[in-house]
Nanobody, 120 residues
């Protein structure tokens, strides 16, 4: 069984920073791409950033220059450093991982999400 657990969300004032973490555990054999998505109330889930196993990154235009995604492959962990936060960044943030398990299951797994609230 595989679990992805996010942490680091919370309430912050506009202009502030937060760092999200997502740790994978269980029968993980290998992880390809990892990513962060978010879903604001009444809106669809949207891509925030992704990172490949080799470290190539991709960002939504709305967060470029403010957010940084990184990963620690040895710890099965992906991070999202969020700076210069805006009220419109308020959402539940989810991590995902495209991975293979030891029993040959290969698919995308999702975490349960962590709330980020930015006050104006």
């Amino acid at each position: 069984q595989v679990q992805l657990v996010e942490s680091g969300g919370g309430l912050v004032q506009a202009g502030g920073s937060l760092r999200l973490s997502c740790v994978g555990s269980g029968s993980i054999f290998s992880i390809n791409a990892m990513g962060w998505y978010r879903q604001a109330p009444g809106k669809q889930r949207e891509l925030v950033a992704t990172i490949t196993s080799g470290g190539s990154t991709n960002y939504a235009d709305s967060v470029k220059g403010r957010f940084t995604i990184s990963r620690d492959n040895a710890k099965n962990t992906v991070y999202l450093q969020m700076n210069s936060l805006k009220p419109e960044d308020t959402a539940v943030y989810y991590c995902n991982a495209d991975l293979r398990t030891w029993d040959y299951d290969a698919r995308v797994f999702w975490g349960q999400g962590t709330q980020v609230t930015v006050s104006s």
